[in-house]
């Protein structure tokens, strides 16, 4: 019998595109506050940190009850665009993200978990709108756990499963994934269609990077035969 095998999916700028959500709640936020908006570029970059991580960095030398409101100011703007523009348009998700899912889900021996910077209201309705919550084992969210690159939430994950660490797999868009699944002593897989490119997600320590969902299950199985 194959041992389970454990693959936690971050989900901004893995599973689902929420840069127009992101970028334009982060620019209300900071506009409100007679501040000029963060580029883009450095937006995205911080994709996947828990929110006051994400904004302390954005604002760097503003105080901290600045940055409060500027949280608060974020949250806001994202439910309001939420409702105006709706997850589809907002948030879709990443072509053959769901048929990777659904691939997965096939397998006897995998477990699909996630592991987001989003809070879990915010994981919960995207989660709603797409209806995913059948692929998911473990969700493992901000409000729960300190900042990633901290490995809490896959030493969450793996307890919450029973899966051994060489069995487990983070599958990240960022940086930070890849740095958060070393802390944790499991695989990382890399995806060059989110926020951060290739050679970050390399220099991170990624054990291989993938451009299409085509090629993540081939990938995955590739690291735990090595394992």
């Known amino acids: 019998m194959t041992d389970p095998a454990l693959v936690i999916f971050d989900m901004d700028g893995t599973l689902v595109d929420s840069q127009a959500h992101i970028c334009a709640a982060m620019e209300a936020a900071f506009h409100a506050e007679d501040l000029p908006a963060p580029s883009r570029p450095r937006i995205l970059n911080i994709v996947g940190l828990s929110l006051p991580r994400a904004v302390a960095l954005l604002a760097g030398g503003e105080p901290q009850a600045r940055i409060d409101r500027l949280v608060a100011g974020y949250k806001a703007a994202y439910s309001d665009l939420r409702g105006s523009l709706g997850e589809d348009a907002g948030s879709p998700l990443y072509p053959g993200a769901r048929a990777a899912l659904d691939r997965l889900a096939a397998l006897d021996h995998v477990l699909i978990g996630v592991a987001t910077g989003k809070s879990r209201r915010g994981l919960d309705h995207v989660i709603a709108s797409h209806d995913l919550a059948r692929y998911f084992v473990t969700i493992q969210v901000a409000d729960d756990h300190p900042s990633k690159p901290h490995p ?55 054990h291989r990077v993938v451009g299409d969902f085509a090629a993540l299950e081939t990938a995955l199985h590739r690291i735990w035969e090595r394992a």
């Open 152 to 206: 809490s939430m896959i030493l969450r994950a793996l307890s919450e499963t029973g899966v051994a660490p060489e069995r487990a797999v983070m599958v990240g868009d960022t940086s930070y994934d890849m740095e958060m699944g070393a802390a944790a002593g499991i695989a990382t897989l890399g995806v060059t269609w989110g926020y951060h490119p290739q050679v970050q997600l390399t220099a991170a320590g990624a």
